[in-house]
Nanobody, 127 residues
Framework: QVQLVESGGGLAQPGGSLRLSCAHS????????IAWFRQAPGKEREGVSC????????YYVDSVKGRFTISRDNDKHTVYLQMNSLKPEDTAVYYC????????????????????WGQGTLVTVSS
């Protein structure tokens, strides 16, 4: 069974850090580009970042650029999202996702192009 499992969410203070993990099972994870999305209360799900399978190229939306870092460890079949300088507006449920043929770029980082999703992990940024 194809599965993605996120972990690492929790409560952080503004300016603090968290590291999210996305572990896989059931498919050749190493050959798939992986994306992180988030959904804040009352808002639509939005793409945050993605990383390619081949050369580890990355893409970030402007709102997280310079604060978040995506990385992957293919030996551990895990993708990470290091989140620094957190802001209250980063509060959301964070999901990792993938799909065969998904294009990791500003053109491809949309919910409709991804069809394998994790269950999400809640990140709350508050003092």
């Amino acid at each position: 069974q194809v599965q993605l499992v996120e972990s690492g969410g929790g409560l952080a203070q503004p300016g603090g850090s968290l590291r999210l993990s996305c572990a896989h099972s059931g498919f050749s994870f190493d050959y798939y580009h992986i994306a992180w999305f988030r959904q804040a209360p009352g808002k639509e799900r939005e793409g945050v970042s993605c990383i390619t399978s081949n050369d580890g190229s990355t893409y970030y939306v402007d709102s997280v650029k310079g604060r978040f870092t995506i990385s992957r460890d293919n030996d551990k079949h895990t993708v990470y999202l290091q989140m620094n300088s957190l802001k209250p507006e980063d509060t959301a449920v964070y999901y990792c996702a993938t799909a065969a043929g998904f294009h990791c770029s500003g053109y491809g980082l949309y919910e409709r192009y991804l069809d394998i999703w994790g269950q999400g992990t809640l990140v709350t940024v508050s003092s």
